[in-house]
Every structure is written in structure tokens, then in C-alpha cells.
């Protein structure tokens, strides 16, 4: 009787013991036995390295953990469970694939949501009033996004070059530079010939400034007042001159027409010619 109830306890202690274990295991990974859980769904390209019971946070905080991975056609579809129903992502939500470090660790999905201001008496995600518009509720789809590790940046590195090499890239920007260093050659010869051009036409624009200048005192002089009425005087009097001379053409015409007048001056004019040839032959 004794063994048999040694036994028992001895079996009932071990049975606990792998329910504690359990419990604790859930418990570490984010997972709650109870009817306060939720869950939504996150769609990737590439989920590598993420697994079943892989931890979930928000923010920073441990919030769950992925239930489920079910492969598609279109990508790969993981499965989150949260643990506290009273947790709000507001749109637009993502879901990216991390780790601990940059170069490696333990892989998990951190929620990455909006900072958008949200009601404050707004529905629960279990609830269903849940504003699918504004929050993620039960069994809503986010986006998710691949892991960013140094292999995954080898990898497009590499795929990169080798595109590169078959459009020809790097050639072309081979011969880009070349043209770049001719273009250069040739703006540089250009500037030098600008140059020499200046130099050449530094004497001219000399002339012109000396020129410009002498034009400036006389335009100052002609603005003068004083000057101003010299040559108004001047040209009154040019006229004057002028009307006169006019006026003495007009009687000399007068007398060349007269003929009496003519041939009388003609002979006197040959008489003093005489006189003066015998006064000083």
C-alpha cells in the first residue's frame, strides 16, 4: 500500500513537473492558454530563418509568438498569436523579420504600426465592432517584410553585378567617364582660348573705357548752363551771318546783271592794267 502510493506521488510530481515545464516553455515564447489570445496574418516573399513558436514584439515588448507557417503560391503566410487582446495597431501595420544582431541571432517578427492618433473608446480587435479601417482586428492580413541579414545583402549584391554584366553597365559607365575626361579636355582647351581671347581684347576695352569717358566730360560740359547759352549765342549769330551774306549775294547778283555797270568796270579795270604796265614795265 505504501509503495503504491509512493508511486503515485512520485507520477503525479512528474506530471506536474512537464505541465510546469510546458506552461513555462508557452510562457517564454509569448503564448497564453486562454481565450484572451487573437490573431492576424502576415504575408512574405522570403520569411528565412522564421519558424514555429518564433517570438513576436511590439515596440519592443514580447507579445506573442508565430503559431503557423502555411506556404502558398503567391508568398508565405505566417500565422501570429498576441497574447493581450488590449494591444491597438493602428494602419498601416507591417510585419519585418529580425534578429538580435547584425550578424546573426535568434530570428523574430517585430510589428512595426503607425503613430496615428486613434479614438480612445475604440473597439477591441476580438470585438465585432472592430474597425478593420483604422485597426487590425482578428484575422486581418499585414504585409510582411523579409529579413535584412548581411548574407541577404551578399546576395543582391551579387545578383546586381551580375545584371550589370549583362546590360553592359559597367562598360557603359567605363565609357561614360572616358567621355567625361575628353568633355573635360576640351572644356579646359576652351577656357585657355578664352583666356588668350581676353587678353587680346584688353587694349580694346581700354580704348572704349578712355572713350566713354571723354564722352561723360563733354556730355557734363554740354549739361552746363553757362554752355548751353554760349552755343545758343553762337548760333544766333551764325545766322545772322548767314542771312547777311545771303542778302549780299542777292545785291552782287543785281549788279553782274546790270551791263552798262559790267563793261564800265571792264574798261576801267583794263585801264589800270595799262597805267600799272607803263608805271612798271
Not at 575628353?182 to 579646359?188: A, C, F, P, R
Not at 583666356?195 to 561723360?216: D, F, G, S, V, Y
Request: aromatic share 8%; hydrophobic share 40%.
Amino acid at each position: 500500500m505504501r509503495r503504491s502510493l509512493r508511486d503515485s506521488i512520485v507520477g503525479f510530481s512528474l506530471l506536474g513537473g512537464i505541465l510546469i515545464f510546458t506552461f513555462f516553455s508557452f510562457w517564454l515564447k509569448g503564448v497564453r492558454l486562454s481565450s484572451k489570445n487573437w490573431y492576424l496574418f502576415a504575408d512574405f516573399n522570403n520569411a528565412s530563418g522564421l519558424s514555429k513558436k518564433s517570438p513576436v514584439t511590439y515596440r519592443g515588448i514580447l507579445v506573442g509568438s508565430i503559431e503557423d507557417i502555411i506556404f502558398t503560391n503567391e508568398s508565405i503566410r505566417a500565422k501570429i498569436v498576441l497574447n493581450n487582446p488590449e494591444i491597438i495597431l493602428p494602419r498601416p501595420v507591417f510585419a519585418r523579420v529580425v534578429t538580435n544582431s547584425f550578424l546573426g541571432g535568434d530570428v523574430q517578427v517585430a510589428l512595426e504600426s503607425s503613430e496615428k492618433t486613434i479614438p480612445k473608446n475604440i473597439a477591441k480587435p476580438t470585438s465585432e465592432k472592430c474597425d478593420t479601417k483604422l485597426i487590425i482586428c482578428q484575422g486581418d492580413t499585414i504585409t510582411g517584410k523579409q529579413l535584412s541579414s548581411l548574407s541577404n545583402i551578399t546576395n543582391r549584391i551579387s545578383q546586381f553585378l551580375k545584371e550589370s554584366n549583362q546590360e553592359n553597365l559597367i562598360e557603359n559607365i567605363v565609357n561614360s567617364i572616358d567621355q567625361f575626361d575628353k568633355t573635360q579636355e576640351n572644356l579646359d582647351e576652351l577656357i585657355y582660348l578664352s583666356k588668350q581671347e581676353i587678353q587680346r581684347i584688353e587694349p580694346l576695352i581700354t580704348e572704349i573705357t578712355i572713350a566713354a569717358n571723354h564722352l561723360n566730360n563733354i556730355l557734363s560740359v554740354m549739361d552746363d548752363k553757362e554752355t548751353l547759352s554760349d552755343i545758343k549765342l553762337t548760333i544766333n549769330a551764325a545766322k545772322s551771318i548767314s542771312k547777311k551774306i545771303d542778302n549780299m549775294s542777292d545785291d552782287f547778283e543785281k549788279l553782274t546783271k546790270d551791263k552798262e555797270l559790267t563793261k564800265s568796270i571792264r574798261d576801267l579795270t583794263i585801264g589800270l592794267s595799262k597805267f600799272l604796265n607803263e608805271i612798271y614795265p
